[in-house]
């Protein structure tokens, strides 16, 4: 750990500096969160005094209560729908992964079989090569662009 900061002043970045910087803008955001909370705490309430004089507090606290568990489903929704796809994300990635080991062990392993032969040397290689690149070609082409 000694050694982290003397490496990064050879490539030329100022830790001290970007720690301190850092640390600023983390309290400065943290600040405009605190405010912007506060800010939507105080319209909540003239939102709830408004609409309670207009239709009675009991009446009121109901539509308030309503909307604000409405409000927590939508949120629960879309953080059920974000795990979703992330979850295939990650799994995309390990079928992706897996496949390529498979494939990899089984020409591994099917190597010193192929090459006794000096007929499926000649041909072997070189649809071995074509193989390859469609399998390449192929697994790019089906990429979803994200």
Do not use: C, W
Request: hydrophobic fraction near 55%.
């Amino acid at each position: 750990m000694n050694l982290l900061a003397p490496l990064a002043a050879l490539f030329g970045i100022e830790v001290e500096r970007t720690v301190h910087q850092a640390k600023t803008l983390a309290l400065i955001y943290g600040l405009i969160g605190l405010s912007f909370a506060i800010a939507f705490g105080f319209l909540v309430a003239a939102g709830y005094i408004a609409t309670a004089q207009y239709l009675g507090p009991i009446q009121a606290a109901l539509i308030f209560a309503g909307g604000f568990v409405v409000l927590g489903g939508v949120f629960l929704l879309g953080l059920g729908i974000g795990n979703g796809r992330r979850r295939q994300q990650i799994a995309r990635k390990r079928r992706s992964s897996e496949t390529g080991a498979l494939i990899t062990t089984a020409a591994l392993t099917a190597l010193p079989a192929v090459l006794k032969s000096p007929a499926i040397v000649k041909l072997g290689i070189p649809a071995a090569a074509i193989a390859a690149f469609a399998l390449l070609r192929d697994s790019d082409d089906a990429k979803p662009d994200d």
